[in-house]
């Protein structure tokens, strides 16, 4: 018989999946509706760069645009612990990744800063932004205390990780930190998907 909590985290784990990949598809089918494939494209690249903070606080737009650069090359990381064989790319960028992974405490930290202490940063913050942050925040630290700490066999988690991608659930690897990592990542991906995708969508029409 499995054991209770590799299960329950492979449920989790599958759920926020689940929750993320289709309000991602339900956003981008209303903005291919409404705006087009190109307007799509331009609207993804105004959303990097956050141009309605650009216009009111450049250096919390600068702050922001290189934390969600920073977010992007190390999930890049994740990636490894999902493929087999893993490509050859993300060998290759396995440093750039890792430091992007220790610059995103101080990029968050200074995103935090910002929008408490600056009249323009609270005047474009509301208590999602700050929620946000704190759970980015203890998602970052959680992967660093678990890459740096637990002292965790690669092998032994990527085993634990394909199988969960083959629909196939192995034993849990004996790393609280793991784990921990893990119920906060998938509580992260429902969290954004249900405010960003399904809640934003309905409050502006299917606009992005």
């Known amino acids: 018989m499995q054991d209770f909590n590799a299960i329950a985290l492979a449920m989790l784990i599958y759920g926020a999946a689940l929750v993320f990949a289709t309000g991602f598809i339900w956003r981008v089918s209303h903005m291919q509706e409404k705006l ?37 090359l190390a999930g890049l990381r994740y990636l490894r612990y999902l493929l087999y064989p893993v490509p050859q790319f993300l060998i290759a960028s396995d ?51 678990f890459h740096y700490l637990s002292g965790a066999e690669l092998l032994e988690i ?22 921990l990592h893990v119920v906060l990542l998938s509580i992260t991906l429902t969290a954004f998907a249900i405010v960003k995708f399904y809640i934003s969508d309905r409050r502006k029409g299917g606009a992005a």
């Open 95 to 145: 440093d750039v990744t890792l430091l992007a992974l220790q610059l995103l405490p101080l990029l968050l930290l200074a995103e935090f800063s910002l929008r408490s202490l600056r009249d323009s940063g609270i005047a474009l913050s509301g208590s999602l932004d700050m929620f946000f942050n704190l759970l980015l925040t203890a998602l970052v630290v959680s992967g660093l205390c």
């Open 36 to 72: 087009g494939k190109l307007k799509i494209a331009l609207k993804a690249l105004l959303w990097l760069g956050d141009s309605h903070i650009f216009k009111k606080d450049k250096l919390l737009w600068a702050v922001r645009l290189l934390l969600r650069i920073s977010v992007m």
């Open 158 to 179: 990527k085993a634990y990780t394909l199988g969960l991608v083959f629909l196939r659930i192995e034993d849990l690897p004996a790393y609280p930190l793991f784990s």
